[in-house]
Every structure is written in C-alpha cells, then in structure tokens.
C-alpha cells in the first residue's frame, strides 16, 4: 500500500509571499499524483494531476507542481498567493492497484 | 457541467432517527463514492458503486446503507448513528472504477451532527 506525506500541516504564508507545500508518496512504482484543494464548508476540487510527459504540471488558479521520481515528490507551488488561496491542500496518489491515497492535508493561511 | 450536488447541506438527528443523504450527478460518470471526512483529516472512502453494483465497502458499520438506484444518483440510507457519526459525508463520482488517471469530482457534502 502507498503511503502519502505531507509534512507541513499548517503552512503560513504572508500575502504576495511564494509558497510551496510538500508532498512524498512511498512507492517509486508507476503512480499518478494529486493535488486537490478543499475551501471551508465545501467539497473537494482538483487543482492538477500528473499521469505522463512533462514533470512540471501546470494547474488551476496558477498553481503547479514538478513530479521527482527520483524523491519520490510532488510539492505544488504558487509564485504569489491570494487571499483566496486560504483553503486545505490535499495530495493524493492512485498506485497500479487502482487504490486511491490522499495525504493528511497541508492547512495554508494566507495573511493580509 | 461537472457538479456532483448533494441535499441536504446540513443535517442533525438523534441516533434513533433514520434519514438519507442524497446525491447526483449528470456527467455520465459510471463510478460513485461515498467518503466520511472528520475536521482537519482527509476523506476516508466509505463506498465505491460501479455500474449501479457495490463494489467497495471499506467495512463500514451497517448503520450506514449505500443505495445506487441508477447511474446518476446514489443515496446513504442512516439508521441508529453514533455521536461519533458526526462528519461531513461526501459524494464522489469519476468516468469510471479503477480509472487510476481519472479525476474525482466531489460534491460539496453534507455536514452531519448526531445528537
């Protein structure tokens, strides 16, 4: 079974301030990787995936994250965060035997 | 359109009560998924329908009863809940089971107090 790492679990970052949140996965086997954003009271929305090609992944509201094999990471990363971006970040990982695993979650607080 | 909605928002009832949670979706996703989500921690899958068929259940208590009554609404039947029930509960649908490439897409859930 995989097993996915979030070793942040709050992230406090001042606005305009980059951040990166960091994501390892356990198993360097073929995976696909995750990053889904969950803002208060609602549901899960994906931000990016990445399932081939470029190990860079560009993603929604100007998010992306870099696929290491070799680390065995996905961290996202954000050049300037918004307000808006205050929310809970989960990183999930489907493995060759179609589990699906998130991530204990990365809490980021945008600070005005 | 790629919502997964689900009624109600909120819902409290003693643990005698029976209610249902519902949910919907028209993307003519084949998989549909129920996941329980404490505060701060991640959705734990709870249910996994494929084709309208059971095809996952984590070991969920029997107090919780999945209903898939066809491919675009699957509802969560609760009978007898404990306090500690008390969770956002969560509706997921994908293209298909075992897609490993394929996103999720979740509802906004329905947040659940268990007197």
């Known amino acids: 079974a995989q097993s996915v790492t979030q070793l942040d679990s709050q992230v406090p970052v001042f606005e305009e301030a980059p951040v990166e949140l960091r994501c390892n996965y356990s198993s360097s086997v073929s995976v696909y990787l995750f990053w889904y954003v969950q803002y208060p009271n609602q549901g899960l929305q994906l931000l990016l995936k990445y399932l081939s090609g470029s190990t860079l992944v560009k993603g929604i509201n100007g998010f992306e994250a870099e696929f290491n094999k070799s680390q065995t990471s996905f961290h996202l990363r954000k050049p300037s965060v918004h307000i808006s971006d205050t929310a809970e970040y989960f990183c999930?990982?489907?493995?060759?035997?179609?589990?699906?695993?998130f991530g204990t979650g990365t809490s980021l607080t945008v600070i005005p | 359109d790629t919502e997964v909605t689900q009624t109600p928002k909120h819902l409290v009832m003693g643990m005698t009560n029976k209610k249902s949670l519902k949910c919907e979706q028209h993307?003519?996703?084949?998989?549909m998924y129920w996941y329980k989500q404490k505060a701060k921690k991640p959705p734990e899958l709870m249910f996994v329908?494929?084709?309208?068929?059971?095809?996952i259940n984590e070991s969920v208590p029997s107090r919780f009863s999945p209903e898939c009554p066809n491919s675009s609404l699957l509802n969560l039947h609760l009978h007898a809940l404990q306090p500690e029930d008390s969770a956002l509960y969560l509706c997921?649908?994908?293209?298909?089971?075992?897609?490993?490439?394929?996103?999720?897409?979740f509802g906004p859930g329905t947040r659940l107090t268990v007197l």
């Open positions: 997921a649908s994908s293209l298909r089971t075992g897609g490993r490439t394929d996103t999720q897409y």
């Open positions: 999930a990982v489907s493995d060759p035997g179609n589990q699906f695993y």
């Open positions: 329908y494929s084709y309208e068929k059971l095809s």
């Open positions: 993307m003519g996703h084949r998989a």
